[in-house]
């Protein structure tokens, strides 16, 4: 009898929990469909002069056709809102600070470390100076989003998962979207000015000059002048690691041989991109490739989009590329008259302003006697939690963001505070026909100052900086100064007709990879912000020069390219090491350098010796300069050398002419410290039983791509996040790659000719899982498989009727 009431008792539970779960699971999966975009059929979007008919491809890639641009921006706004909210509500809510208030006290920290620069003021002032265009143009967006986002059946699922409502989108968001990629792209805190003038106050000047050089001979590949000389090794009566004993513990020193190596152990972004001119392509018609490299997440940043509408004159004007969502223009791509790309200067955007105390309280020196501080009070919310208020001082330069290591304060100026840097004239791009054209809108663009790179119709090309540049007056900029002297300042910014630019070089080719571009005077203009070791820049140089003539495809092959050439000098510094006698007396150094010597010369995914050789360069760079830095992690213990990107100069210098007084005293000698670092490496790669033959590039460099709530909740990876494939390639190499961080799209495109062009893009257009093309075109990124510029066959119609 007990049995059987026991299984009674189980049956009825089980119908309980079916009368319960059943009608819940019917319930998410309606409103998890609810919150799909609607692909077919017609809709009234109000507002529109006419119809707008949009198409979409396989892949979810619309064609919006309309009858001019407004009636088009109102339909992107559209798209936008119901298939990328919850990525724009992130990217408005990260630049003005107020995350929290819809994720909670997780995100205090970093809403705290982004508000002291008051975005969404910034944002409000930058709408307020909007012309009639841009005003209409934006008006129109914005009401787009909004109606995007009401017609879906329900609110976008992260929402729903948040338990949170989204809040309506205004014209003030699409600027903050803009913010957003300025907190991407520049250093919104100082962080490389500031390393430098610790090393500066820490070391005698000519150790210092030694270890922040501003170029290296060897990897040095500007489109402009020439490689520049480092400096000196300095000799024993300048710094002798010997007298000053065993060094201190450094931020930086080693502890894992397989960690990022110093130029991006700290977070990066680059990207690459290049142009070759009628005369160098085998179809007559000039060519750009673009592979912008940024953290690559569920969704992608970027929303694939393709515009046929009426320009002012009646002349119907298409527009394909990648546009940014919470904006409503193309970002990169081509008009048919002119095609354009983009990477990140890494140059100077922003000076760390050393603040004099006045005589009085709550004052500071400037040129025009004391001022007092600004004294602002923000408020963020805080999901389930009280309010936080943040006391920030403002001075006339901008906010103060910390103490220096003196115990100064100091304010950060940056042209992202200034409404007259920060606009969204970027869109004009897609109306112009000529290359002069393209430059003058590029020099107006309110955007994040970058490497603008520009083919047009006719075949020719141009390179120029796309966006404000600061005009410095008295100072360089590459070290923080007090502003007391008169003689110091930003004097407005740099005018069209001064800003640096090659249009129709005489090779015929054009290349950036976010190192120095230009030199003397330019460079002058432009400033010595944070520029990366010019290994990839170089590369794609040589690329472009090895032959004369390149096709579409074998641009994109150029974008693919993950030779380790970069490397090679390390393997055979490996190899030498490892004699015979060195390898011999330790067994798993004798297998390592059977691997070293079959590297493969390539970031392949089935490569152990390229990860070996890529951690053996970290290991020695580590032990190579901590006595060197000590002086400054005492000075400072939050200081850190990897905030130096050109820091392997100096180390090759040092491992050639192998100077006896600037050795770590542990060492016996330098070769000492070369084996020490490969036992260290191969050590590190065998711990806990694993074999060293497992321990394959793909395995370390495997992806992380992920959507935003499944970092916070793991068990929604499984349907949220990409898969976890090992990838090809590494940051010093035209195809770069890390876990997170990659090309967020590529293209290869001629404008007039974009049918023959090639694209790629990781994580498809969609970041609902339930899409039919969720995830569409990924696996062309990951294997490189050459797929059209142009969206596909129409696979989905919906019609927007006025």
Known sequence: MRAIRKRRLLRNLAVLVLSVAVPAGLTLTFLL???????????????LKADVTVERDQNGVPTVRGTDRLDVARATGFLHGQERFFQMDLMRRRAAGELSELIGPATVSADEDVRVHQFRGVARRVVARFDAQERALTDAYVAGINAGLQKLRARP???????????????????????????TLHESRGAKEGTLAVMRDALPPALFD????????????????????????????????????????????????????????????????????????????????????LEIAVPNIWYRLRLIFKDATGEVLTVTGVSLPGTAGIVAGSNGRVAWGFTNTQADWNDLVILDPGAEPNTYLTADGPKQFERVTETINVKGAPPRPLEILNTIYGPVIDRDHNGHLRAYQ???????????????????????????VAHQAGAPPQNAMIADHTGRIAWTVAGRIPKRVGFEGRLPVTRTDPSRRWDGYVASVDVPKVIDPPSGRLWTANARVVSGPMLAIMGEGNYPLGARAKQIRDDLFAKETFSASDLMDIQMDNRAVFLERWQKLAIDTLDE?????????????????????????DSVGFRIVRAFRVAVSDRVFAPLIAPAVKLDPNFRYSRVWQSEGPLWALLTAQPAHLLDP??????????????????????????????????????????????AVPALSRFLDMNKDPLPGDEHMPRVHSPTNGASERFVVSPGHEAEGLFHMPTGQSSHPLSPYFGAGHEAWLKGEKTPFLPGPVRYTLILQR
């Open 33 to 47: 469909r609810g919150s799909l975009p609607v692909l077919e059929g017609a809709l009234t979007l109000d507002g």
């Open 157 to 183: 699922y992260e929402y729903l998962l948040l338990n949170a409502d989204p809040v309506p989108w205004a014209s003030e968001d699409s600027v903050l979207c803009v913010l957003a990629m300025f907190l």
């Open 210 to 293: 030694f270890l922040a050089p501003r170029g290296t001979i060897e990897w040095d590949a500007p489109i402009v002048g020439a490689p520049l000389a480092p400096s000196a090794i300095p000799g024993p009566d300048v710094f002798d690691a010997r007298a000053s004993g065993a060094p201190a513990k450094v931020a930086d020193s080693y502890s894992s041989p397989d960690r990022f190596s110093p130029e991006d152990s700290l977070p990066f972004v680059g990207s690459n991109n290049w142009a070759v001119d009628a005369a160098h392509s085998t179809t007559g018609a000039a060519m750009v490739a673009d592979d912008m490299h």
């Open 414 to 440: 940056w042209t992202a505070h200034d409404p007259e840097a920060v606009n969204l004239r970027l869109l004009d791009i897609e109306d112009a026909d000529t290359i002069e054209a393209a430059v003058e």
């Open 581 to 605: 006698a060195t390898a011999a007396r330790d067994p798993m150094l004798l297998e390592a350098k059977a691997f070293i010597g079959n590297w493969g010369a390539r970031a392949a995914i």
């Open 666 to 711: 542990k060492y016996a000698d330098w070769k000492a410290l070369l084996v020490d670092s490969l036992r260290a490496v191969v050590t590190d790669l065998t711990k806990d039983g694993r074999r060293l033959g497992e321990r394959t590039w793909g395995e370390r460099n495997a992806a992380r791509i992920q959507h935003p709530l499944s970092r």
